[in-house]
């Protein structure tokens, strides 16, 4: 509330909100504003610790960055108070500042009261009468014109900056729907995606829960981020559009109510801010677009057939190399296999297993001095290993080994082979000479059962999770083998090289290498062999002297290729 007699006055009356102190606060500077247009005016400026006077522009400390602590401009605070209680006449400024109660645009001159301020010295930035623009500011040399002149130019500048910021808001606001548009179509395609593997899921609830759980998780890192990306744009423009909201009300005071010298300067500041603001780039609607169309490249594709253990995959990544390190020992690498708290092991036969996380650094060093021909790990994670005279041994998690014999047979008896352990820790032990496999129990001794390889040499072999079934690597391609050693599926391509390995949920992945060129390709197939998709093609290597590779798939999800001298990371990306 506040007489005319007070709007009229610059003494008693803030210069941003230009009705009578409310709780005044003083700026080093010594202006003095109403403490709450002192926080709104903080709210736009970027560092809240330091607050820039409107009227001088000079900046003043805020304890804590908040404008209650500054100081109280106690005389005026009380001058103010009984101005309110002494004069009768009240009219509410709401209604001066809606146009309901007219108010005289001249003021009278304060050393010619008979005369209106009818004058604008641009010099000074403040109305003043025609004598005293004649006897004092023409001879000092200042630049006059007409008050209402003035006044029209402040309105009309007032009135551009309120439709520019209209403008901007409508330009924001349309890029908040688009953000929202998107947000909700990448919703929904995840949600589809998670009713396309829960439907799937039903058919294999008995042998997929774990790989459900698996697809979900990722479906769901997937949606995080797509959600988060989108969040930070929508955070960032709400923002926006409140900056230039608290902006547009600090500089509209001023197109009903004449403005004197202190609220002239502060005026002109804040609309130079506001101008300034309203300046900058329109937010891109390409950004969240982008978002879109990266979630739009993810698909899932189920496996055809209901017995397969796979639910299926998500498609739409691409493969890249993630880390590529040369081994410690070179020409030397003989397996590798995925070991326990999602490490990678890597065996030499010139001594010692290597251990790599998923980001290709090297872990751990163990066994320096055995040469390692094949590692398998059981599900306590005790290791068995065998070494090239086709000896195994039994370590414990911390590498010690244990007192256990294996009767295996001898390399001039059995030749080298492979190594692999199933589900129930049985341990399957290959020779490529007698094309034969033995199978073990942890506590050692003769083998519990052999199984004949219809003919073929089992370099490399893999079990499943879900049953007896077996991938084997022969020079004549990928073979599975059942139970009892009967050949069911063959994978063969004329002039490369076959490498296989089971994965985590019992699908087969094949690395076709081209030695001589050093080209590698990596494709997924089904436990009986049916293409499922490629990962990998013709991925340049670094050429070795020996053509013996391994692959296998970390716990995590990553692809590790190795040859004799470098172990190669393959990463979703």
Known sequence: MATFHQISSQNLECPICLTLFNQPKSLTCSHTFCKGCLERVSQTQPNQQTITCPVCRKGTPVPSGDVSKLQTNVPLNSLVDEVKTKNPTLVPVSEVLSGKVPLRRRRKCKTHPSVDEDCYCIHCRENICSTCGMLEHLQAGHQLEKAAVHEEKVMKNIKELQEWAKLKK????????????????????????????????????????DRREAMKCQVQRLSEKFEKELQTMKEESRQTVSHVNAMEELVTNGVKVPLERDALFAHDTLCENLKSFLKRDDPYDQSPRTVT????????????????????????????????IELPRRDSMNCMTRAPDGMMAVGSWKGGIYLFSPDGELQQTVLKDVGVLRIGFLSDGQSVVRDEKNKMSLYTPQWEK??????????????????????????????????????????????VREVMCDGYEPQQIFSFQSNEKLIMRDVSGVVCLDGKGKKE????????????????????????????????????????????????????????????????????????????DILYIFDAI
Not at 432 to 442: E, G, N, Y
Not at 533 to 557: A, M, P
């Open 170 to 209: 409508t330009t924001i606001e349309n890029h908040i729907d688009c953000i929202e548009t998107q947000h909700n179509e990448i919703t929904n395609m995840m949600r589809k995606l998670d009713d396309d593997i829960d439907k799937t899921y039903e058919e294999y609830i008995q042998l997929l829960t």
């Open 293 to 324: 169309e990266r979630a739009k490249m993810i698909s899932f594709r189920r496996y055809g057939k209901v017995n397969e253990l796979c639910l299926g995959e998500l498609e739409g990544f691409m493969w890249n190399v993630k880390a590529d």
């Open 402 to 447: 244990l007192d256990v014999t294996f009767e295996t047979m001898s390399a001039d008896e059995g030749g080298s082979g492979g190594l692999t352990v199933d589900r129930d820790n049985n341990i399957y032990v290959s020779y490529r000479k007698s094309k034969k496999i033995q199978v073990f129990t942890p506590q050692g001794g003769k083998a």
């Open 489 to 564: 599926n063959v994978l063969e391509k004329e002039g490369v090289s076959d490498w296989p390995a089971v994965c985590r949920d019992d699908s087969v992945i094949v690395a076709w290498v081209k030695h001589e060129e050093g080209l590698v390709s990596i494709d997924r197939y089904t436990r009986d062999l049916e293409h499922v998709h490629n990962i990998v093609t013709d991925f340049k290597i670094q050429h070795s002297e020996r053509g013996w590779y391994y692959l296998q798939e970390f716990e995590s999800g990553e692809i590790a290729v190795c040859t004799s």
